[in-house]
């Protein structure tokens, strides 16, 4: 089966720092993977999205890496604002999600 | 797009009654899923519906919970009887049938005392 999981639980950074969001995952086999950003009393929210074909992926001020080797990928998020505040989900194609990592920004 | 529709957005009942909530997927979608969430255990799915079939039912929690999708456009997840270890927000997500990308509506929040 799939297991996909975060590393921390909180991660706090100052505005205008970039954060890293990082996730381990089990079945090497796995080939896709999304992540998730839930906003306080909202369902889950769509960020970007990677193919196991590909290293990296660049969105909007959001970049996600994708290591292979060491089952690992990261969520980098370029000059964190405020409203970046939340809980980042990975997930896998077989619909497992990590705990989540909830990303406080300080002013 | 209204997006995905869950009803009702709060529901607090006592153990033992039958708790019913709904959803409403995105128009066109016909995948829908049913996700809880709480603090222990994070989000974990419970069913999964293609075509108004349940595809995966494995993460249903016991025989108390059922769901079913009669049409397209409508989706109910039942507790009957309701425990207090139910309490969590129950999410509802829509996708089109091989997108991988699901949307959520505003979930649940379901309270058993």
């Known amino acids: 089966g799939e297991s996909v999981g975060l590393h921390l639980p909180t991660l706090s950074v100052q505005e205008g720092d970039n954060s890293i969001i990082n996730c381990a995952y089990s079945?090497?086999?796995?080939?896709?993977f999304i992540w998730y950003k839930q906003e306080s009393g909202k369902g889950p929210q769509f960020i970007i999205d990677i193919r196991s074909n590909m290293d990296k992926r660049q969105g909007q001020r959001v970049t996600v890496l994708l290591n292979k080797t060491v089952k690992h990928l990261s969520l980098q998020i370029a000059a964190t604002q405020p409203g970046d505040s939340a809980v980042y989900f990975c997930?896998?194609?077989?619909?497992?999600f990590g705990s989540g990592t909830r990303l406080q920004v300080q002013p | 797009d209204a997006g995905v529709i869950q009803s009702p957005r709060h529901e607090v009942t006592e153990m033992g009654q039958e708790v019913t909530l709904r959803c409403k997927p995105i128009s066109g979608h016909n995948s829908l899923f049913w996700y809880r969430q709480t603090m222990m255990r994070g989000l974990e799915l419970l069913i999964y519906?293609?075509?108004?079939?349940?595809?995966?039912d494995s993460g249903m929690p016991e025989d108390r919970f059922s769901a079913k999708m009669p049409n397209a456009s409508f989706s109910t997840l039942k507790i009957q009887p309701s425990e207090p270890r139910d309490s969590a927000v129950y999410f509802c997500?829509?996708?089109?049938?091989?997108?991988?990308?699901?949307?959520f509506g505003p979930g649940t929040r379901l309270t058993v005392l």
């Open positions: 079945n090497s086999a796995s080939d896709y």
């Open positions: 997930a896998g194609r077989a619909l497992t």
């Open positions: 997500a829509s996708s089109f049938t091989g997108a991988n990308t699901q949307y």
């Open positions: 519906f293609n075509n108004n079939v349940p595809i995966d």
